[in-house]
């Protein structure tokens, strides 16, 4: 098998929902992170052997395969081919999976894999619902879904609030977690440690998540996402809009390209979890990613696990024993957002980048993902 290399890493700032990028159409969003990608790694786009994107919400403007319309918005040749992945929240990540599968298995030596959400105009969940009020049917509408699971409730919601009642994750916890968030992004941020990953677009140049004043008093006010629940809005991934994009290639590539390796894709795993509880799949993943790369939790320098609810991460460290300064040092989706199909490539991004800046090794990046599934991603700064 040959070396899966990241030769760039760029992502747009993350957006508020009706925020500084609400209004800008997600293939331009997309096309301005590509191109700026190309651009700073210096890969003159007929030497890209595809682009593959993930998103989630495939309607509307974010439909008919959007990497495709990515990548020729972003003035790749028509040559270039594109592929849409969806793996619920993890789409990007894995998409990254699959540019260094196809990399390492010689079938293409350069490949851009990212994402792309806008949920300012295109909420989750939009083309089942839209489906639905069609008369189109429910993806979970079948007969044998209903023999195996009968008719309960399935949704994100209610697998952190189980995920929070069977590990006993407080409230006061998962404050305590999101207050955490928020002031690591917000020193970051102020420190200038994204600058480096983030492209302007729609002159958007800083992320509008980070709530630096908030405060475990003004958590407390608020009111639980179902009666007598845990979680709340504050402990909870915010709705957002984003892209980001890494450019994957083979050692050949980067010699005969004259490329700058920045990491190596050192090992990958996908896993299926309970599609009840949902978003637990983080924990066997980790697990399996580790067994593949012959590494320790402790030869794991950071950790990028996205907080889609704080009982998830507050599980998965329960579960793991990862130490919470090396999980998320940069803050995480709690305060930085959470655009669906581009979270997974976000996060790469930071973890890439964090990785150089501070002279670490490895990283590990996992993802709760709908439908009970997680990937997980170890890579080496080279």
Not at 32 to 42: K, Y
Not at 79 to 108: I, K, L, M, N, W
Not at 211 to 222: D, I, N, V
């Amino acid at each position: 098998m040959r070396e899966a290399f990241i030769v760039g890493a760029v992502r747009s700032a993350v957006g508020r929902r009706r925020g500084g990028l609400s209004g800008v159409h997600p293939a331009d969003l997309g096309a301005e992170v590509v191109a700026a990608l190309l651009d700073r790694a210096g890969i003159a786009g007929e030497h890209v052997d595809d682009v593959v994107f993930g998103c989630v919400s495939q309607i509307g403007a974010q439909s008919t395969n959007i990497a495709r319309v990515v990548a020729l918005s972003a003035g790749l040749p028509e040559s270039v081919p594109g592929t849409t992945v969806d793996r619920q929240c993890g789409s990007s990540q894995q998409a990254v999976h699959f540019a260094a599968q196809a990399v390492a298995s010689g079938a293409q030596d350069l490949v851009v894999a990212g994402g792309v959400e806008v949920m300012s105009l295109i909420p989750i969940a939009s083309s089942a619902i839209v489906g639905a009020d069609a008369g189109m049917g429910m993806p979970r509408g079948g007969r044998k879904w209903a023999e195996r699971y009968g008719d309960q409730e399935i949704s994100q919601f209610r697998g952190a609030e189980t995920i929070a009642a069977k590990w006993d994750v407080s409230r006061a916890a998962m404050e305590e977690f999101a207050l955490a968030s928020h002031q690591r992004a917000a020193a970051a941020a102020g420190a200038g440690l994204f600058a480096g990953e983030i492209v302007p677009v729609a002159g958007l140049e800083a992320d509008e998540g980070p709530r630096p004043e908030t405060s475990l008093e003004k958590m407390a006010t608020l009111q639980p996402l179902v009666p007598d629940g845990r979680l709340t809005a504050a402990t909870s991934s915010q709705i957002s809009d984003g892209a980001a994009a890494l450019a994957i290639a083979s050692g050949d590539a980067v010699r005969r390209l004259g490329l700058t390796p920045l990491a190596r894709v050192h090992s990958m795993a996908v896993v299926g979890s309970d599609p009840v509880l949902m978003l637990t799949g983080p924990i066997p993943a980790t697990e399996a990613v580790l067994r593949r790369a012959g590494l320790k939790l402790g030869d794991i320098d950071a950790f990028e696990v996205n907080e889609a609810f704080a009982s998830v991460v507050l599980a998965w460290q329960r579960e793991t024993g990862a130490p919470a300064d090396r999980v998320n040092p940069l803050g995480g989706a709690i305060a930085l957002g959470h655009p669906l199909g581009a979270t997974g490539a976000r996060l790469m991004t930071t973890l890439v980048h964090h990785l150089r800046r501070n002279g670490l090794r490895y990283g590990l990046q996992t993802m709760c993902e709908g439908g009970g599934m997680a990937n997980a991603t170890i890579i080496e700064a080279v």
